[in-house]
């Protein structure tokens, strides 16, 4: 029985966001044809120049925006430039002489992702904790049968 398969294709915007891009400044062919799995893993193994320029120099999308700021997607929207769409230059600019907001958001960031830290390291030692208590009443529910 041959079966006559579509290929699996995707929006622009979601092959954008898994290419790490700002769709609008992507080239119009791209925002206007849905992307196949194939296109889309050749795009990722030989990107074009457009892809490369576009990661090298921007305009970059929200979420690497607010990583290459070292602060949070939230942080950038606090700061009322959620929808900006920075180049690596205005980026660098920022970085170099940094707004009251950018040094506030970026204690902010730096200050949850230390609690985060904290959190995770305190819940892995109580999954041992909770592991070695495990252990021991199988070993003494063991010695209760044996008896």
Known sequence: MASNKTPQTMKPETAA?????????TPEEFQNEPVTREQLNELLASPPEWLVELRKNGPHPRQEVARKLGISVSGLARSEMADAALTTAEITALLEGPPAWLVAER????AVMTENTRINERNAGLRVLAEEKARKEQKQRERERQE
């Open 17 to 25: 966001k898994k290419l790490n891009v700002y769709l609008p400044a």
């Open 107 to 110: 204690a902010t960031h730096a």
